[in-house]
């Protein structure tokens, strides 16, 4: 991985997937394309006739994603809203939508549900298929309608790629992120005021869309940072929200700019726990934290070079391992406590001098991060409303992650364009709006606290905490089944949870063919 990619990757896509990062990038090309004849049919093709659903024209496309079985049939559309609704004579952008039609055979009811993508930098179309059957249920009566929020997907993505650079070139300080969010800022404001990319303008786009739509209400599920979104959306329109769903929430009142650190650390100490309370784990892999303390002064001290094996071509490449690429990876992983089983093994291995594991596994999520994420809507988030969090503090020193994340983005937001935003915007959410709020036990970067918190002014909500789950959690057990039930009555707290108690730990890895029997 070459040096300016480093930095983004680690400074703000590892850092300002704020909110979170499921690989769920789709295959080039595919998501909202158009639906085509087979090449092998003959003849002149018919005009397609749009598909109306309010004010917008709507043709029939198919969405796809690699973490989807199959594509979904689907109908797309474009609708055009001001950058800068001060100037609404001025550049236009046009959102892309998708809308997924209700299934059933039944009564469509008329409250739709709008599903916002994480990130921030996540596309809500291109994203969706792969959560598409936690919806299988709520779909057969109620339409879902996909919005890539500003700067996503195809509504004019915001999204620098980074220049070729070689390892040895790799300079984490400021200076460096800050002449590289300078180049970046540049480039894209050829296409875009960048200033009007926050969460505030994305409000007003999904309020615009769920007019031109004819919806008197709609049902808002938000995924990571899309939590975000709908908290802001149902304070600025309450009267149009029927009910709200928050999967891995961050309260609107919290500053996100040195929340990263210590919440990692606080999430691998229970994720690490499973391999310490587990004899034979402790005995084989000894224990984890220390031994993640000792890779990283040790690649700190003197980054290795060595050779690895491409996990997606398969050839035999060079590459330079550094305390950062596992800090990254480290907390990549941790997102999903299935997948970070296997970290005590790989810190293991890599402590005898076996670091290619570990190399190859930190290129291919790394790729994949950037694939996911348009960094640059995500910094004309981040900087305009968390940039005065951004703060180094001393007892962050010591954990995996320091304070790189931080600084680092403290020195590119130096270097952005920064957007207006309400001074309301941090009041915490206070609504009797129906509300069921999601977090997982082992969450890294959305603990369960937060939606603690979140549910304290929420007359209406409850909060389910999913035993040994991280980030993301809506599709786990029987949680689909609730999460149905919910946008069905409106009434969290007349939800049995009984269900989820059979949730159980992940096992950790003892081995690379899994836990022991």
Known sequence: MN??????????????AIFGYKALNPKPGTAGEPATASDSAAGPVAP???????????????LSSPMAKESL?????????PEDRAKPEGRKIALNIAWLQATGKGERMPDPVFFLAGGPGQSAVETFPGLDPVFKEVRKQRDVILVDQRGTGKSNLLSCKAPDGGDDAFDPSPEAMQAQATTCAAELSKKADLRHYTTTDAIADLDAVRRAIGAEQVNLVGVSYGTRVAQQYAMRHPAATRSIVLDSPV????????????????ALALQFALCSKDPAC????????????????????????????????????????RAETVAGLVRMYAYMPLASGLLPKLIHEANAGRYENLMALSKMMSGDMQDAMAMGMQLSVICSEDANSMVVREEDANTVLGNLMPSGMAAMCKAWPKGAVPADFNQPLATKVPALVLAGEFDPVTPPRYGEEIVKSLANGRLFVLR?????????????????????????????????DTLAYPSPFISFNGAQP
Do not use: W
């Open 468 to 500: 040994g789950q991280g980030h993301s959690v809506i599709g786990a057990g029987c949680m689909p089944k609730l999460f149905t039930q919910f946008i069905e009555k409106a009434d969290a707290k007349a939800l049995d949870g009984k269900c989820l």
């Open 251 to 266: 309260p609107n009142a919290l500053g996100l700019g040195n929340i990263f650190a210590r919440n990692l650390d606080d």
């Open 3 to 16: 040096s300016r990619k480093t930095r983004l990757i680690l400074a703000v896509a590892v850092a300002a």
């Open 48 to 62: 397609v006739q749009p598909v109306m659903l309010g004010q917008i024209a709507f043709t029939s496309c198919s």
């Open 282 to 321: 402790k005995d084989k892999l000894g224990d984890p934290r220390a031994e993640l303390d000792v890779l990283l002064t040790t690649l700190r001290a003197n980054p290795v070079q060595l050779q690895y094996r491409d996990a997606s071509s398969g050839e035999m490449k060079q590459g330079t391992l």
């Open 73 to 81: 049939e689907a109908m797309c559309a474009t609708y055009a809203v």
